[in-house]
């Protein structure tokens, strides 16, 4: 069963580094997202992504945020000067209508 | 903004039994989608189950069935014949234009 994977599963990095995170979704969905989770909190939505654009994006999703897809198959997440308070498990998702999700495994990413 | 409330931080349930987890949540839109995820130790995201707002039937996926009153804003989860297996995290989470949002979760414990 086709499933969405993402990498690193756990990436480390300074305060003020750039980082991009990974994904590859499942390979005939349309509808692509991110969301994070702040350990013992709830998973926020970051933004949504589909026919090559943004189509929804949350609070959280500053200028320091941004997505794309590069070569048709990855979904790429890129934090670009990270913050001590972007430690967090960020989730992959993709689906073939608005109304499915499926998530990856998540990445969990440490900043020090 | 919509929110979801999920009043029951931790719950617990002894297997074989049954045990219903409760969401409610706040909206002014007429069609929207409502997920249960579950969320394992390894903290990845599973899809339990999904009810589109418009179907007054509630859905049923093998042991999980929900509990959906549109005018009351509920949407409860019953486990049936619980497993140690699904002992987890489980969000609620409420979908409207590609805005996805989660309640702060119910973990469950499945005791032998």
């Known amino acids: 069963e086709p499933e969405v994977t993402q990498t690193p599963s756990h990436q480390v990095t300074q305060m003020g580094q750039e980082v991009i995170l990974r994904c590859v979704p499942i390979?005939?969905?349309?509808?692509f997202y991110w969301y994070r989770q702040i350990l013992g909190q709830k998973v926020e939505f970051l933004v949504s992504?589909?026919?090559?654009?943004?189509?929804?994006k949350s609070e959280i999703f500053d200028d320091q945020f941004s997505v794309e897809r590069p070569d048709g198959s990855n979904f790429t997440l890129k934090i670009r000067s990270t913050k001590l308070e972007d430690s967090a498990m960020y989730f992959c998702?993709?689906?073939?209508?608005?109304?499915?999700?499926?998530f990856g495994p998540g990445t969990r990413l440490t900043v020090l | 903004a919509q929110t979801v409330t999920q009043s029951q931080p931790e719950m617990s349930v002894q297997e074989a039994e049954t045990v219903t987890l409760s969401c409610t949540y706040d909206?002014?839109?007429?069609?929207?989608?409502l997920f249960w995820y579950k969320q394992p130790p390894s903290r990845q995201m599973i899809l339990v189950i999904r009810?589109?707002?418009?179907?007054?039937q509630n859905a049923t996926e093998n042991r999980f069935s929900v509990n959906f009153q549109k005018a009351a804003k509920s949407f409860s989860l019953k486990i049936s014949d619980s497993q140690l297996g699904d002992t987890a995290m489980y969000f609620c989470?409420?979908?409207?234009?590609?805005?996805?949002?989660f309640g702060a979760g119910t973990r469950l414990t499945v005791k032998p």
């Open positions: 390979s005939n969905h349309l509808y």
């Open positions: 992504f589909y026919n090559n654009e943004i189509s929804e």
């Open positions: 998702a993709s689906g073939r209508a608005r109304n499915e999700q499926f």
């Open positions: 009810q589109e707002a418009y179907k007054q």
């Open positions: 909206t002014s839109e007429s069609n929207y989608y």
């Open positions: 989470a409420f979908w409207r234009h590609n805005d996805m949002r």
